[in-house]
């Protein structure tokens, strides 16, 4: 059983509409982490939060908003979307950001399509 | 630069055939990790094993099991006995410090009856 999750599993939007993801993580990690999965392709970096604070930010475009309102929680705030958003939506957490040995857990994602 | 490298796009076995996923990584740095990961149909990323770079003894896990060679930057998975719910696409993913996970481009492994 997955101690990351996400909801919701699956999401449809239109380019106008406000939605938001959500990530719970039950391990005590102090890091977290958005990722996104187009087809086919690994998965690509969006943000980190280390405890609860945005560290990094990967160029993302601004209609995608994350926030870490504590450590177990994260969500991200989508708003004017464009259909090549269109992807699996990863969630992970991880002890901390700083040490090498740190092993990052995956939630199940959220499928997300625009259109 | 960090670097992986999965030269095998896709492969499709026999169930109880033994297969193994090639994995080749990049870097310049003498400390760092290397993790496999699964990902079923279902989406979600599935932590298998982590491995330093000073330790390059061979892992075994149940039918699991990985080969890390430094001389040959290559940390290759091997499935004994291959069963149908082994189908997903499997992530090799180096860490450096300082660093994020860089991930390789998968290999999609299907495992046919």
């Not at chain 1, 391990?27 to 609860?52: C, D, I, N, T």
């Not at chain 2, 890390?68 to 450096?96: E, G, P």
Request: net charge neutral.
């Amino acid at each position: 059983d997955t101690e990351v999750t996400q909801t919701p599993k699956h999401l449809v939007m239109g380019m106008t509409n406000k939605k938001s993801l959500k990530c719970e993580q039950h391990m005590g990690h102090r890091a977290m982490y958005w990722y996104k999965q187009k087809a086919k392709k690994p998965p690509e970096l969006m943000f980190v939060y280390s405890y609860e604070k945005l560290s990094i930010n990967e160029s993302v475009p601004s209609r995608f908003s994350p926030e870490c309102p504590n450590s177990s929680l994260l969500n991200l705030h989508l708003h004017a979307l464009q259909p090549e958003d269109s992807a699996l939506y990863l969630c992970a957490s991880s002890q901390e950001t700083s040490a090498i040995t740190d092993t990052q857990y995956f939630g199940p994602g959220t499928r997300l399509t625009v259109l | 630069a960090q670097k992986v490298t999965q030269a095998q796009t896709e492969i499709s076995v026999v169930e109880k055939e033994d297969v193994t996923l090639d994995c080749v990584y990049e870097t310049r740095d003498t400390t760092y990790y290397l993790f496999w990961y699964k990902q079923p149909p279902s989406g979600e990323l599935v932590f298998l094993i982590r491995r330093n770079s000073f330790d390059e003894q061979n892992e075994i896990s149940g039918r699991y099991s990985w080969n890390f060679q430094k001389s040959t930057s290559s940390f290759n998975f091997t499935i004994t006995a291959s069963q149908v719910v082994d189908s997903a696409v499997y992530f090799c993913a180096l860490r450096n410090y300082g660093q994020n996970f860089v991930f390789g481009p998968g290999t999609r492994l299907s495992v046919l009856p």
